[in-house]
């Protein structure tokens, strides 16, 4: 079993930064991706940013240039660091583990941003 357990969301002025940690626990050898998906109400879920095990990025380019996700595997966790936030990135935001076909997600942390 996978356990992923996400901190760092709150309320931020448009402008602002936020990182969000992902703690992962368990079962987390022979992880093929780790990243981030957020979801706004009356939204899909959608990517925000990703990360391989062999170091490679993905990001939404909506947050291209204002974002940078990273991972220590001594903490085990994966943050994603958030700068000039603006309102459209209120959200819900998921971590999230792809590993050996199957995918696991956290419980979410809620980003809110203030105009």
């Known amino acids: 079993q996978v356990q992923l357990v996400e901190s760092g969301g709150g309320l931020v002025q448009a402008g602002g930064s936020l990182r969000l940690s992902c703690a992962a626990s368990?079962?987390?050898?022979?992880?093929?991706?780790m990243g981030w998906y957020r979801q706004a109400p009356g939204n899909q879920r959608e990517l925000v940013a990703l990360?391989?095990?062999?170091?490679?990025?993905k990001y939404a380019d909506s947050v291209k240039g204002r974002s940078t996700i990273s991972r220590d595997n001594v903490k085990n966790t994966v943050d994603l660091q958030m700068n000039g936030l603006k309102p459209e990135d209120t959200a819900v935001y998921y971590c999230?583990?792809?590993?050996?076909?199957?995918?696991?997600w956290g419980q979410g942390t809620q980003v809110t941003v203030s105009s």
């Open positions: 990360l391989t095990s062999g170091g490679s990025t």
């Open positions: 368990g079962s987390i050898f022979s992880i093929n991706y």
């Open positions: 999230y583990m792809h590993r050996q076909g199957n995918s696991y």
